[in-house]
């Protein structure tokens, strides 16, 4: 067993003492889901601070935001699936992903060291145009390279204070939704998006998304499957793209090692072919040696042959 799989292990077996919930559950769907969106904004809960995310680590060297469980490093993220998630900050169900199943998904991917998360911003409800959901694809980038540990909770309070009018991401508010997160310096975002540092990755990440597949929002891409939506079987559909890619990548790796054992025996082959033909070509050397002093031993016994 390799040191990931002992973690997975003890995490599995931590995970199992806390807690029984092992899937999601889609209550009511996503007429419940609205309704519950509408009585948040009406009671002015976006005013809130957003919670840090538990049990995970930030891979602060990656280009777009990364988690992985706790206690796991960036040599362990290169053995695990990796989930991509296209977000869309202007998305009500983007909005109800965070704030009522993203813990969940963590403790049933993340924290269990099968799942490196990836979250790519993408402007869809813009309708094509540079809106608010651009402006806080923006920041997502800016925050990230302020201060990636404070991403996750950023990107939690960004949902936290989604609004459904136009403007409600302006740098001057997305200034204001940022400063509750301490550690993220709030004005130094709001003047990147003002002058559109990252507007061409924005842009990438929109055009990238489509091509995987990812129309619509949220958008999972787990590696040929596309998830899309918050369906009835979301959780299923999720641990079984996981799981597929896992055995992708265990059949891949296996493919290589047995590759590499074939490199190997095939050096081994040509080194035993170099060493027998050094010993063929000593033994012939001997062999000429041991002739020579023979003509050498005939001759001799020649002269001593002749008549004084």
Not at 107 to 113: L, Y
Not at 190 to 214: F, I, K, P, T
């Amino acid at each position: 067993m390799g040191r990931i799989d002992e973690k997975k292990q003890e995490k599995k077996q931590q995970k199992k003492e806390e807690s029984d919930l092992s899937s999601y559950l889609i209550l009511g769907g996503i007429a419940v889901i609205v309704a519950g969106l509408f009585w948040f904004f009406a009671t002015g809960g976006g005013t809130a601070t957003a919670s840090p995310w538990d049990g995970v680590t930030v891979l602060e060297d990656e280009e777009h935001p990364t988690v992985i469980g706790d206690g796991y490093t960036a040599e362990d993220a290169e053995e695990m699936v990796e989930v991509v998630y296209y977000t869309d900050y202007g998305c009500p169900v983007c909005a109800a992903f965070d704030q009522q199943f993203k813990d969940l998904f963590i403790a049933d991917h993340v924290e269990t060291g099968d799942v490196k998360f990836v979250v790519k911003p993408v402007s869809f409800t813009d309708g094509g145009i540079q809106g608010d959901a651009f402006n806080l694809g923006m920041a997502h980038y800016a925050v990230w390279e302020d201060s990636p540990s404070d991403w996750p909770q950023w990107h939690s309070q960004v949902f936290l204070n989604q609004e459904g009018h136009t403007g409600w991401a302006s740098p001057d508010n997305i200034e204001s939704m940022t400063e509750p997160v301490e550690g993220i310096d709030a004005a130094g975002v709001a003047a990147s998006v003002e002058a559109g540092d990252h507007q061409q990755l924005v842009n990438e990440m929109n055009s990238q998304a489509r091509a995987e597949g990812a129309t619509s929002t949220p958008g999972f891409v787990v590696g040929d499957r596309v998830i899309t939506g918050l369906e009835e079987d979301f959780e299923e559909q999720m641990a079984s793209a996981i799981e597929a890619e896992r055995e992708r990548m265990q059949e891949e790796a296996s493919e290589a090692d047995d590759e590499d054992d074939e490199d190997d025996a095939e050096a081994d082959g040509e080194d035993d072919a170099e060493t027998a033909e050094a010993d063929d070509d000593g033994e012939t050397d001997d062999t000429e040696e041991g002739t020579d002093d023979a003509d050498g031993d005939e001759e001799d016994d020649a002269d001593g042959d002749e008549p004084a």
